[in-house]
């Protein structure tokens, strides 16, 4: 099992800045995957950012030039930076992890996730 802790959610006005972290304990070595995702109210939960195996990460385009995820593999955490923060932003955001070694963007290709953060923009 691999259990998964987020942190750094809060509020903040449109434009700022805010950086997530998630931290693995358990068997980690078994994932490869991690990810980032995010789910606002009365929305489906969708795909923020990932980091593969060969630590490239991937963005969704509604993030894509304002969001930075990286990865500290000796520390078993993962990053989300998030900048220029807009209110359609606003969401739980809940960091993930796979088995597999390749990104992946849909939901069921995560086997772990974290309780989940609160991030609210305002305007």
């Known amino acids: 099992q691999v259990q998964l802790v987020e942190s750094g959610g809060g509020l903040v006005q449109a434009g700022g800045s805010l950086r997530l972290s998630c931290t693995a304990s358990?068997?980690?070595?078994?994932?490869?995957?991690s990810g980032w995702f995010r789910q606002a109210p009365g929305k489906e939960r969708e795909f923020v950012a990932a980091?593969?195996?060969?630590?490239?990460?991937v963005y969704a385009d509604s993030v894509k030039g304002r969001f930075t995820m990286s990865r500290d593999a000796t520390a078993n955490t993962w990053y989300l930076q998030m900048k220029n923060l807009e209110p359609e932003d606003t969401a739980v955001y809940y960091c993930?992890?796979?088995?597999?070694?390749?990104?992946?963007?849909?939901?069921?290709?995560?086997?772990?996730w974290g309780q989940g953060t609160q991030v609210t923009v305002s305007s």
């Open positions: 980091i593969g195996y060969n630590v490239r990460a």
């Open positions: 993930a992890a796979g088995l597999g070694r390749s990104v992946r963007r849909e939901i069921n290709d995560y086997n772990y």
């Open positions: 358990g068997r980690t070595s078994s994932t490869y995957l």
